[in-house]
Nanobody, 118 residues
Framework: QVQMVESGGGLVQSGGSLTLSCTAS????????VGWFRQFPGKERELVAH???????NYADSVRDRFAISRDNYKKTVYLKMNSLKPEDTAVYYC????????????WGQGTQVTVSS
């Protein structure tokens, strides 16, 4: 079992920046792909960005060119740098991990609230 812990959420003004962190308890972090998701009230979680073991990254169209995902395998941490934040980015952000062994996104964090004021 791998525990994922998010941090870095908070309140920021429109146009501002935040960096979220997601730290895993896995003994070996390299094999895992990690995704950042967000959930709006009453909506399904949506994938915002993910980074795989080879550091290939992919982004939702709504955040491309504003958000950047990166990983530090030594620290077992994945970051989501969010720039030019908009009120519509307000959501609970979750990180999740998966591997070839687990298949789908298997391990989830508890979520961190990001609120962007206009």
């Amino acid at each position: 079992q791998v525990q994922m812990v998010e941090s870095g959420g908070g309140l920021v003004q429109s146009g501002g920046s935040l960096t979220l962190s997601c730290t895993a308890s896995a003994s070996t972090f390299g094999p895992y792909a990690v995704g950042w998701f967000r959930q709006f009230p009453g909506k399904e979680r949506e994938l915002v960005a993910h980074i795989n073991r080879a550091r290939y990254t992919n982004y939702a169209d709504s955040v491309r060119d504003r958000f950047a995902i990166s990983r530090d395998n030594y620290k077992k941490t994945v970051y989501l740098k969010m720039n030019s934040l908009k009120p519509e980015d307000t959501a609970v952000y979750y990180c999740a991990a998966r591997s070839i062994a687990t298949g789908p996104w298997a391990y989830w964090g508890q979520g961190t609230q990001v609120t962007v004021s206009s």
